[in-house]
């Protein structure tokens, strides 16, 4: 099957011209392949770990701790005014131009956070900072009483959040933080400027030697329409297998 492929999109470059390289030839397929590959661990790794940071936000605005709030309020308006490209750009040049480089095994130097590291860490902070408003607007409307009641039998903050409200709010805000999760993996893009070699890393040195940019920005479309699919029908299962009458809309 995947000779036939290969054979097909090998014609079309013959006959008409249109040269998709990484159907028919490996190299280019290997560096398209690593490419989604780096892409899809940015994305899964930056996901999970802006939901911690969602969560344990909003834990900690809602919190007496005075000090606590402030943090959590001056994360929050830092990395939702300024652009995603400025935060990674100041995490990869600034802050690791900071810190010391260790021995890559083979008698040269290495830094200590590779260019991926700190994809993953600016991402995930900008996308946490928007989890932690959804995550609010989410708590903030599990009625009073529900939580009351929950008081009233004697549960703890923690149990009250683990077993009552964080239920709830999931179910409430999983549109609007399926609306971040997307924009978070449209923003993976931006890993480029700092030489990641994620999809459009390796899509345009691929374009840059087969001269062939039109195809490739068709199919790095095509695949990152498919990435977003596929987030989209997982949000979609979840959300609907959370959903009761009364709290999901």
């Known amino acids: 099957m995947l000779t036939m492929i290969a054979a097909f999109f090998e014609r079309l470059n013959e006959t008409q011209g249109l040269n998709f390289s990484v159907f028919y030839d490996a190299f280019d397929r290997s560096r398209f392949l690593t490419g989604l590959w780096t892409t899809s661990y940015i994305c899964v790794v930056s996901i999970l770990a802006s939901l911690a940071l969602g969560l344990a936000g909003v834990w900690v605005a809602g ?10 309020r001056g994360y929050v308006q830092f990395f939702r005014n300024t652009p995603p490209l400025v935060q990674l750009s100041f995490f990869y040049f600034a802050v690791g131009g900071l810190l010391p480089r260790v021995s890559d ?14 994809a993953i860490i600016a991402f995930s902070l900008f996308a946490g900072a928007f989890n932690v408003e959804i995550f609010r607007a989410g708590i903030e409307a599990v009625p009073s009483t529900t939580v009351e009641a929950a008081e009233s039998l004697g549960y703890t903050r923690l149990q009250l959040y683990i077993h009552v409200v964080l239920p709830l709010a999931f179910r409430i805000c999983l549109p609007a933080l399926n609306n971040n ?12 400027a700092i030489g990641v070699p994620e999809l459009l890393y390796a899509a345009s040195q691929i374009w840059s030697e087969s001269f062939n ?12 329409v498919l990435l977003v699919a596929v987030l989209v029908f997982v949000m979609g299962r979840w959300e609907k297998a959370m959903r009761i009458p009364g709290y999901s809309t």
Not at 105 to 118: E, H, N
Not at 181 to 192: F, G, M, Q, R, W
Not at 213 to 224: A, D, F, S
């Open 63 to 72: 919190s007496g701790s005075r000090f606590g709030r402030l943090v959590v």
């Open 105 to 118: 095994g083979f008698g040269g130097q290495s830094p200590l956070v590779s260019g991926t590291g700190w």
């Open 181 to 192: 999760l997307v924009n978070l993996v449209k923003t993976t893009t931006l890993a480029y």
């Open 213 to 224: 940019v039109r195809e490739m920005m068709n199919v790095l479309l095509v695949t990152y």
